[in-house]
């Protein structure tokens, strides 16, 4: 069975930093692209950042400069380092990984900037 867990998120200052992590289980997910979305509340669930098996990325418009997704085939594990965080950032990541057939989801982490 496979299972994603998300950790790291939690209340931090405007400008402060944050970085989340997603622990993969019940398969090998080195060669599926792995990524992280986001939900503020009341709004529409957006892509964040997405790391291919071989390490090719892409980011959202609003965080780029600022996030950084990496990953560690060897943990089954994907990160999210967050810098110069903003009150814009303030929403529930949950972390998927694709397998080109179907999307497993964590249960989310949720962040909270406070300015």
């Known amino acids: 069975q496979v299972q994603l867990v998300e950790s790291g998120g939690g209340l931090v200052q405007s400008g402060g930093s944050l970085r989340l992590s997603c622990a993969a289980s019940g398969s090998t997910f080195s060669n599926y692209a792995m990524g992280w979305y986001r939900q503020a509340p009341g709004k529409q669930r957006e892509l964040v950042a997405r790391?291919?098996?071989?390490?090719?990325?892409n980011y959202a418009d609003s965080v780029k400069g600022r996030f950084t997704i990496s990953r560690d085939n060897a943990k089954n594990t994907v990160y999210l380092q967050m810098n110069s965080l903003n009150h814009n950032d303030t929403a529930v990541y949950s972390c998927y990984v694709d397998t080109y057939t179907q999307y497993y989801w964590g249960q989310g982490t949720e962040v909270t900037v406070s300015s």
């Open positions: 790391i291919t098996n071989r390490g090719r990325t």
